[in-house]
């Protein structure tokens, strides 16, 4: 379980500072960056994290077109597309044995 945590959360750490590094065309406010997802995807948050420095991830993602967008949201209310894709697909796989 500790191994799995600190994966996560080198991997968050990760996706923070690439937001950190992301043009500014690329952030914009929050609530403009749920509003564009939601009306020009269908997208909707499937899930959230909090990395370091107090920012926010999260998953969006649209079943009907399959499209997924993850965001990281800076404590400044700014909020950046880290990536982008499609064919999500929600799992709930179980522990693998000895985990």
Same mark, same amino acid.
């Given at each position: 379980?500790?191994?799995?945590?600190?994966?996560?959360?080198?991997?968050?750490g990760?996706?923070?500072?690439?937001?950190?590094?992301?043009?500014?065309?690329?952030?914009?406010?929050? /609530?403009?960056?749920?509003?564009?997802?939601?009306?020009?995807?269908?997208?909707?948050?499937?899930?959230?994290g909090? /990395?370091?420095?107090?920012?926010?991830?999260?998953?969006? /993602?649209?079943?009907q077109?399959?499209?997924?967008?993850?965001?990281?949201?800076?404590?400044?209310?700014?909020?950046?597309?880290?990536?982008?894709?499609?064919?999500?697909?929600?799992?709930?796989?179980?522990?693998?044995?000895?985990?």
């Amino acid at each position: 379980m500790k191994k799995i945590l600190l994966n996560t959360t080198i991997g968050l750490g990760i996706m923070v500072l690439a937001a950190q590094q992301v043009s500014a065309q690329s952030c914009a406010p929050r /609530a403009d960056v749920i509003k564009r997802l939601a009306k020009t995807y269908g997208e909707t948050r499937r899930g959230i994290g909090i /990395a370091r420095r107090g920012a926010v991830m999260e998953v969006f /993602a649209s079943d009907q077109t399959g499209s997924w967008t993850i965001v990281v949201t800076l404590p400044e209310g700014v909020t950046c597309l880290i990536a982008s894709g499609r064919s999500y697909e929600t799992l709930a796989e179980a522990l693998p044995p000895n985990a």
